[in-house]
T-cell receptor
Framework: QQPVQSPQAVILREGEDAVINCSSS?????VHWYRQKHGEAPVFLMI?????EQKGHEKISASFNEKKQQSSLYLTASQLSYSGTYFC???????????????FGKGTKLSVIP | NAGVTQTPKFRILKIGQSMTLQCAQD?????MYWYRQDPGMGLKLIYY???????DKGEVPNGYNVSRSTTEDFPLRLELAAPSQTSVYFC??????????????FGPGTRLTVL
């Protein structure tokens, strides 16, 4: 089942903060975040792991609530370059490890204006 | 490293025609994937492969076929193209985790229109 992202779209002025949420109904092993600009391929931002580890971007942070199967992406002091569509990809737990398949949400369109 | 490459970048097909979308990666990744992306719908998994000679269906496999004879290549075959297959197709690859979870790398995409 496709994870649910919210909000669907958000408009920010430069310097403002935003939070994008991703919620799944299944037990998750990891959550992956990507940003896609118009006409381009998705670009990796962040991985959140069951157990609390994470790796990714310097200027973007994220959290993963394993009990609720929810992840949030925090964009602080937004820049014009942050504009794009943000996708979460969820990886199910399988026999105590990851399933190696990602199911993506519909995306959150972020627009940063001067 | 070229990463993940896809050809062609654009293609227009007539209904009923067939074609193969090419995908190659030079990172020695075990896992490879084909997604389609329709406006406002996110990425849907078509097929995936865990290694040479092993493929499996994803969420939306109907109308497509794949093969994986080498680690590097993972072509996607469309037989009898239909307007519903108009989409942007992305290939991706991912390394097998050695005690770590690794990110997926995406190719630049193929924009396909079926008329």
């Amino acid at each position: 089942q496709q994870p649910v992202q919210s909000p669907q779209a958000v408009i920010l002025r430069e310097g403002e903060d935003a939070v994008i949420n991703c919620s799944s109904s299944k037990a998750l092993y990891s959550v992956h975040w990507y940003r896609q600009k118009h006409g381009e391929a998705p670009v990796f931002l962040m991985i959140l792991l069951k157990g609390g580890e994470q790796k990714g971007h310097e200027k973007i942070s994220a959290s993963f609530n394993e009990k609720k199967q929810q992840s949030s992406l925090y964009l602080t002091a937004s820049q014009l370059s942050y504009s794009g569509t943000y996708f979460c990809g969820t990886e199910k737990s399988q026999y105590g490890a990851g399933s190696y398949q990602l199911t993506f949400g519909k995306g959150t369109k972020l627009s940063v204006i001067p | 490293n070229a990463g993940v490459t896809q050809t062609p970048k654009f293609r227009i097909l007539k209904i009923g025609q067939s074609m193969t979308l090419q995908c190659a990666q030079d990172m020695n990744h075990n896992y490879m994937y084909w997604y389609r992306q329709d406006p406002g719908m996110g990425l849907k998994l078509i097929y995936y492969s865990v290694g040479a000679g092993i493929t499996d269906k994803g969420e939306v496999p109907n109308g497509y076929n794949v093969s994986r004879s080498t680690t590097e290549d993972f072509p996607l075959r469309l037989e009898l193209a239909a307007p519903s297959q108009t989409s942007v197709y992305f290939c991706a690859s991912r390394a097998k985790g050695q005690g770590a979870v690794n990110e997926q790398f995406f190719g630049p995409g193929t924009r396909l229109t079926v008329l």
